[in-house]
Nanobody
Framework: QVRLVESGGGLVQPGGSLNLSCKAS????????MGWYRQAPGKQREWVAG???????NYLDSVKGRFTISRDLAKNTVYLQMNNLKLEDTAVYFC??????????????WGQGTQVTVSS
């Protein structure tokens, strides 16, 4: 079982910045893709950013130019640097990691979520 623990959420004013982290832990595993999702009150969970392969990245259109996803595979950690935050970025942010275990079993794990609140 691969467990994910997120950190870095909080309350920030519009235009501010936050950096989220998500660390994967467990018995021997290989990570393929890592990503971030978010869920605002009353809305469905939506994909925000992803990184896989040779650190190829993709972003939701509304966060392009403001958010940056990166990872350190030596630390099994994915980051989301969020700049110029807007009121509409308020949500619970979840990380997602997929890969294979030592027995070559595919896995996809979710973190517990971290609250990001943008408010003046």
């Amino acid at each position: 079982q691969v467990r994910l623990v997120e950190s870095g959420g909080g309350l920030v004013q519009p235009g501010g910045s936050l950096n989220l982290s998500c660390k994967a832990s467990g018995r021997s595993f290989t990570i393929n893709g890592m990503g971030w999702y978010r869920q605002a009150p009353g809305k469905q969970r939506e994909w925000v950013a992803g990184i896989r392969g040779s650190d190829s990245t993709n972003y939701l259109d509304s966060v392009k130019g403001r958010f940056t996803i990166s990872r350190d595979l030596a630390k099994n950690t994915v980051y989301l640097q969020m700049n110029n935050l807007k009121l509409e970025d308020t949500a619970v942010y979840f990380c997602n990691v997929d890969g294979t275990t030592a027995s070559r079993t595919p896995f996809a794990s979710w973190g517990q979520g971290t609250q990001v609140t943008v408010s003046s």
